[in-house]
Each structure stands twice: as structure tokens, then as C-alpha cells.
């Protein structure tokens, strides 16, 4: 079935119901003389739809009783613990953030009881001067490459 054929379809239930437009109401005139499958589903559906409207109504004999499903409110509660997680987590990374500024960097890995590592990122002024100072860094310079996977230090 193409599109325009299920369109058409949806028209014609549409216009059993009274809800389609004059517009709408030419162009499925149009497909309906083009499209013998469609015209044969456009009578067939009026057909049923004119004997069920003229059935009988049948009476209900059950009894109808409505609970409140726990489901619901469970549904309901899920984006308000997502929400508050988050919030949680923001607050956290905010105080934080606020704690560990305004510290240096060993003292925020002291705080942490872990100690802070030397790396080029926290190198303070006195372990580049240690670093300066030895003798490896004679080695490192010529080659310009790390003997064995040091530091490289650059000349000033």
C-alpha cells in the first residue's frame, strides 16, 4: 500500500465520523476513482460502520470497581529521586570545589590522605630545582630523549 493510499484510507474513516474538511473530502474523492482498492476499502468500512451504529445496544451486566494502582505513584516518584540525585550531585561538586580552592594542590592531596604525585601539573619551585640539579638531566639533554623513561628536562 503507498502513502497516498493510506491516507486515503484514514480519510475515509475520517468521513464516517463527519470530521473531514471539504479540501480533504475532494482529494479523497479523486483518489477513490483512481484507486479500485481503496474505493472497494471506502464501501466496505461504510458498510460496517452503518450496521454497527444500527445494532441494538447491548446492557452491561459487570460490575466496574477502580483501584488506585501503586504503579502510578511508584511512575511519579522516579523523576523526583532522579532529580534530587542530581541536585545532590551538584551540590557536592559546588562544596567541593569551594573546599579544595584556595589550597594548593599537595594540601588537597594530604586532605585526601593521599599523597600527591610529582608530575609536571604540581611540580612546585623546589622539585624543579632538585630536578634541575642532577646529573641525569646532563644524560637526558644530549639526547634529547629519556634514558630509560624519565623526565626530560628542557634548558631555560
Known amino acids: 500500500m503507498q502513502g497516498d493510499c493510506h491516507r486515503a484510507r484514514q480519510w475515509a474513516s475520517v468521513e464516517l465520523d463527519g470530521e473531514l474538511s471539504s ?58 529521586a532522579a532529580a534530587m540525585a542530581v541536585v545532590a550531585v551538584g551540590l557536592g561538586s559546588i ?12 594540601d588537597a592531596g594530604a586532605h585526601a590522605r593521599v599523597p600527591a604525585a610529582k608530575t609536571p601539573e604540581n611540580m612546585d619551585l623546589r622539585t624543579a630545582r632538585v630536578l634541575a640539579a642532577r646529573p641525569e638531566r646532563q644524560l637526558l639533554l644530549a639526547g634529547r630523549r629519556p634514558v630509560g623513561g624519565g623526565i626530560v628536562v628542557a634548558e631555560p
Open 95 to 106: 562544596l567541593a570545589a569551594t573546599a579544595v580552592r584556595g589550597r594548593s594542590v599537595e
Open 23 to 80: 479540501f480533504e473530502r475532494v482529494l479523497l474523492d479523486a483518489h477513490l476513482s483512481a484507486c479500485a482498492s481503496c474505493a472497494e476499502f471506502h464501501a466496505a468500512i461504510g458498510e460496517t460502520t452503518t450496521s454497527l451504529r444500527a445494532a441494538p445496544l447491548e446492557p452491561f451486566h459487570a460490575s466496574i470497581e477502580l483501584k488506585r494502582a501503586w504503579s502510578s505513584v511508584r511512575l511519579r516518584a522516579a523523576p523526583l
